[in-house]
T-cell receptor, first 113, second 113 residues
Framework: DAKTTQPNSMESNEEEPVHLPCNHS???????IHWYRQLPSQGPEYVIH???SNVNNRMASLAIAEDRKSSTLILHRATLRDAAVYYC??????????????FGQGTRLTINP | NAGVTQTPKFQVLKTGQSMTLQCAQD?????MYWYRQDPGMGLRLIYY???????DKGEVPNGYNVSRLNKREFSLRLESAAPSQTSVYFC????????????FGPGTRLLVL
């Protein structure tokens, strides 16, 4: 399974942008980059995913490096509700159906009021 | 539309006791998963079911059994609970496909004394 590396923790202030990095130097050409987050005492929830191009949705943006060896999840204006553990995960796009996902320890994001 | 539901929410067992954790999804998803999350750690895959009638081992299957009862339901059984199985258990489901997104339940907190 291709691995990802994320900082253990990050801190930011409310209403400021947050950039969460993820390194995936062994990514294959068919791996999608997925981001999930886990709010306190809840199950993980999907945030965003992409393959090569940058992606935007209502929750966040995903910036993918040209060589695809790293990516950055961008929260444009953090709120206290964005305090969570963020997981960067690779998923092989060739495999249809169920696939083992490796969650790792993620980045614990703290938002200061 | 309840999504993924899990029962019970919380359970205390004595070492050697058995129990079954229940999971159901109402999204007509093909694949279902069981994860465990120990304190301060990421999720680890126990078992998964790509489709009704099939199950496969994940990263940490020892001490567990699963049953894909039908398309909606996927249960996890601990035959003889051990303190090392104290954890939070999450069930997830996906429709399948190359870009699949996992939907998680709220979790079951299990304490084995």
């Amino acid at each position: 399974d291709a691995k990802t590396t994320q900082p253990n923790s990050m801190e930011s202030n409310e209403e400021e942008p947050v950039h969460l990095p993820c390194n995936h130097s062994t990514i294959s050409g068919t791996d999608y980059i997925h981001w999930y987050r886990q709010l306190p005492s809840q199950g993980p929830e999907y945030v965003i995913h992409g393959l090569t191009s940058n992606v935007n949705n209502r929750m966040a943006s995903l910036a993918i490096a040209e060589d695809r060896k790293s990516s950055t999840l961008i929260l444009h204006r953090a709120t206290l509700r964005d305090a969570a553990v963020y997981y960067c995960i690779l998923r092989d796009g060739v495999i249809q159906g169920a696939q083992k996902l490796v969650f790792g320890q993620g980045t614990r994001l703290t938002i200061n009021p | 539309n309840a999504g993924v539901t899990q029962t019970p929410k919380f359970q205390v067992l004595k070492t050697g006791q058995s129990m079954t954790l229940q999971c159901a999804q109402d999204m007509n998803h093909n694949s279902m998963y069981w994860y465990r999350q120990d304190p301060g750690m990421g999720l680890r895959l126990i078992y998964y079911s790509a489709s009704e009638g099939t199950t496969d081992k994940g990263e940490v299957p020892n001490g567990y059994n699963v049953s894909r009862l039908n398309k909606r339901e996927f249960s996890l059984r601990l035959e003889s609970a051990a303190p090392s199985q104290t954890s939070v258990y999450f069930c997830a489901s996906t429709v399948g496909g190359a870009q699949e997104t996992q939907y998680f339940g709220p979790g079951t907190r299990l304490l084995v004394l």
